[in-house]
């Protein structure tokens, strides 16, 4: 059994001018309360009164009132809620249970028309009940922002991985540097000790000798400017290169997408606009269905309560017996409140039936019309999420094309100075040349081999920083790389979670009618049932795949063998306890067991009293607070502790 905080405190409901109900005031205790009464003794007006407070809008204003009023106080906290009547509807006011009793409607509030329970004796699409109170769609962009961010993660783990492949052969390459930078170090210190020597033994031609080392040291830092204009010329070429490679794989991706026409779009778009029209008509009729139904209940029912007072008073002056009064030689009469004419009841009664039968129908259509509006939309999404993707693939061509000319005029310009500092060079040489002499020869010669080792160490200096920045880079993105993984788990659990979150509820609801159907069965004892169980069927491919309930009657024969019957062939009694499971499983399933208080049954009739005992019984364990709304004589079985509330 599920567990829940139990409430030890009576519910005490005030009511006015609700359904048949005048004024009245009940305290409900928590366990079983029935409302036991002949027909037309506001059962069901108390019960949707109690629905009204929840937060349901499935209630009616009294015929003759423009305001309705139900208060509930429930330990130390007072709800109400206000109906007013405003041009052809209602409009409700006040503070309800619950914010949003969409739920309790469907599993908790089980009258006779309530769509769980008319959905499995009716056999209508079980699933789509079931999961009508998920956002399907809001779970399915959760997953797609999952993924995406997984994704994202995936290539940036994926780029660490490669460079951290690299690392070794940075790492030796930053040995070598250090070991030829030393190596050039040495040399130059050398080479230093022997210019120093050789120009003790010049005293003459200090001034040339000057000018010369001037002329030295301008070539040196020419050359020096020229090489790195040089490796600035080559990083460009390879960006170039590389932004190349980049154009022609954007250019391949570009031609697998779909050139979508706008007109395609507005097709789509169109359909969509039409099937939520739809949707709205839909919806707007079967809630006037059940509006019209509801009130017709309601009127039968305050009618029928009318018509008992106005017998008694005739009777009491000489007209006859009530019996006399109210029921003619085949049926009972009531007044019609749209015509003013005596009418069969059985004859409202049966015009109510169609209305349900037409309400059912529309129910049907929509669940069609939602499915269909359901893929539309994800068509169109699929589309659009392809249009955008072929607007950022050409977005990104366009700025890769943006920048090959950026970076083509800056390699002219460098090119440019290339050419420059090249003449500047030739020009240097030949002025260095002009200045040797036959005296300076060797020093000149030493000076200049010392000038190229400044120049080697500086560019061996300059690779050196680059190396030793990229293996730092790469070194902090390994360590990083640590904590993405742990985000990237996470984000994989969420995955799960939310991708097997629908497949749970179905999964949980199908276990839980299963469950709960084979003990109703073994305790209510149908004649020749054998199991009546639910198939939970996946349909589709695995990309697209949708699941579907089917509903499973097993019969046995005399002689015991067993065979597969449909629900069409359950007797009136059997459909509705199976419906009545059903309900029972979406409450367990939907968790309202540890939000809705209040469990309501009504319209049991179909059911012999002691299959209604047990099955209270049955669905006592799950509610703080189980009314039960019953005839007299089906009243009778239950057990004597249960709470009576025998006038309202």
């Known amino acids: 059994m599920a567990t829940f905080k139990q409430i030890t405190d009576a519910a005490h409901f005030s009511v006015e001018n609700i359904g048949g109900i005048d004024r009245t005031e009940v305290d409900i205790p928590p366990g079983v309360t029935v409302l036991t009464g002949k027909n037309a003794t506001n059962r069901t007006s108390f019960l949707r009164s109690i629905m009204c407070v929840m937060g349901s809008d499935r209630v009616a204003l009294k015929g003759d009132a423009d305001q309705g009023r139900v208060e509930l106080t429930l330990g130390d906290t007072t709800y109400e809620r206000t109906v007013k009547r405003v041009g052809d509807g209602v409009q409700f006011e006040g503070d309800a249970y619950l914010d949003d009793p969409e739920v309790a409607d469907l599993f908790a509030f089980l009258l006779e028309t309530n769509d769980a329970r008319q959905a499995a004796a009716r056999d209508a699409q079980l699933r789509d009940v079931i999961m009508r109170p998920v956002d399907v769609e809001a779970i399915r962009a959760e997953i797609r922002r999952l993924e995406d961010e997984k994704g994202e993660i995936n290539d940036e783990l994926a780029r660490i991985e490669s460079e951290k492949r690299e690392l070794p052969d940075l790492e030796r390459e930053r040995n070598d540097l250090r070991e030829k930078i030393e190596d050039k170090r040495e040399e130059l210190a050398d080479l230093e000790d022997e210019i120093e020597d050789s120009s003790r033994d010049v005293e003459q031609g200090r001034k040339e000798q000057a000018e010369l080392e001037e002329r030295l040291q301008e070539l040196r830092e020419t050359r020096s400017d020229l090489e790195s204009v040089r490796r600035k010329i080559e990083r460009q070429e390879d960006s170039i290169s590389s932004l190349k490679r980049e154009r022609s794989e954007l250019e391949d991706d570009l031609e697998e997408l779909p050139e979508t026409p706008m007109d395609d779009h507005r097709d789509l778009e169109s359909e969509i606009e039409r099937l939520r029209s739809q949707r709205q008509d839909l919806n707007s009729e079967i809630n006037e269905l059940r509006s019209l139904i509801q009130y017709n209940e309601d009127r039968l029912e305050a009618e029928d309560y009318e018509l008992l007072q106005d017998g008694g008073a005739a009777a009491e002056n000489g007209g006859g017996s009530v019996t006399d009064q109210l029921v003619g030689e085949d049926a009972e009469t009531v007044v019609c409140w749209t015509c003013g004419s005596s009418v069969d009841r059985e004859q409202i009664e049966s015009t109510i ?156 609801a199908v276990e839980s009618f299963n469950e709960h159907m084979e003990s109703i069965l073994d305790i209510l004892a149908y004649e020749n049932i054998e199991r009546i169980w639910i198939e939970r069927i996946e349909e589709g491919s695995s990309g697209e795949a949708q699941t579907r309930f089917e509903l499973h009657i097993v019969r046995t024969t005399d002689n015991g063998a067993a065979y597969e019957d449909t629900i069409d062939h359950l007797s009136e009694s059997e459909r509705e306890v199976t419906g009545l499971i059903f309900a029972l499983a979406g409450y367990l399933v939907h968790d309202l067991h540890e939000t809705v208080p209040f469990m309501l049954l009504d319209s049991l009739e179909a059911i012999d009293s002691d299959r209604i005992a047990a099955l209270v019984e049955y669905f006592a364990d799950y509610a703080d607070f189980l009314v039960v709304a019953l005839l007299p004589e089906d009243a009778q079985a239950l057990d004597d502790d249960f709470t009576r509330v025998t006038s309202i």
């Not at 993707?389 to 800056?410: A, C, G, H, S, V």
């Not at 020869?441 to 000076?447: A, D, N």
């Not at 061996?460 to 790389?481: F, H, K, N, Q, Y």
């Open 353 to 508: 039936e169609r209305l349900k039968d037409l309400r059912s129908e529309k129910v049907e259509q929509l669940n069609t019309v939602k499915s269909d509006l359901e893929s539309r939309k994800e068509e169109q999404r699929e589309a659009n999420q392809k249009q955008r993707r072929r607007t950022e693939i050409e977005r990104k061509i366009d700025d890769i094309e943006d920048e090959l000319d950026r970076r083509n005029e800056q390699i002219d310009s460098l090119k440019d100075q290339r050419e420059s500092l090249t003449d500047e060079v030739e020009a240097l040489e030949s002025e260095v040349e002009n200045l040797e002499s036959a005296d300076f020869e060797e020093i000149l010669s030493l000076h200049k081999e010392a000038n190229q080792l400044e120049f080697e160490i500086d560019s061996l200096e300059s690779d050196l920083e680059e190396v030793t920045d990229e293996i730092e880079e790469i070194e902090a993105d390994v360590e990083r790389a640590d904590e993405l993984r742990e985000k990237r788990a996470e984000l994989v659990d969420q995955l799960t979670d939310q991708r097997t979150k629908i497949d749970q509820i179905e999964a949980e």
